[in-house]
């Protein structure tokens, strides 16, 4: 099976174990742009960990849950944020204010919307989670 979106399976994966109280999931094939969302997943404390697992193929994530993500996704199709602009993308994607945190791809990599807002830069918003 071809997958299109891997960034968007692997959050399914990681909002399906989630729900029925998994301790770790595996999230395959690895990427990038995977490995950098979960680095923002556990420096805002969603996640207790993650490595990565060579398999001779793309690679994959072994992901440590703890059971702080209620839900998150990616953002289709992904739109374009300004530095100022923030607030707005958080009304719409997260439920409540200061509550979750936006995922953005920036020209200085990917990190969560405190940490752009913080350095004054905007870009892509790729994804969410609280």
């Known amino acids: 099976m071809v997958d299109n979106?891997?960034?968007?399976?692997?959050?399914?994966?990681?909002?399906?174990?989630?729900?029925?109280?998994?301790?770790?999931?595996?999230?395959?094939?690895?990427?990038?742009?995977?490995?950098?969302?979960?680095e923002v997943f556990y420096d805002r404390g969603y996640i207790d960990g993650f490595q990565f697992v060579e398999d001779g193929?793309?690679?994959?994530?072994?992901v440590e849950l703890k059971g702080a993500i209620n839900e998150c996704g990616p953002v289709k199709p992904r739109y374009s944020a300004r530095a100022g602009e923030y607030e707005k993308w958080e009304k719409r994607f997260l439920p409540a204010r200061d509550y979750g945190t936006l995922i953005v791809s920036t020209s200085e990599g990917i990190m969560s919307h405190y940490e752009a807002r913080e350095a004054g830069v905007g870009?892509?918003?790729?994804?969410?989670?609280y």
Do not use: W
């Open 57 to 62: 193929r793309a690679g994959k994530f072994e």
């Open 5 to 38: 979106d891997p960034l968007s399976s692997a959050l399914s994966g990681l909002n399906n174990a989630e729900s029925v109280g998994h301790l770790s999931q595996t999230v395959s094939p690895a990427s990038n742009i995977i490995g950098s969302v979960l």
């Open 123 to 129: 870009g892509q918003v790729i994804a969410y989670v």
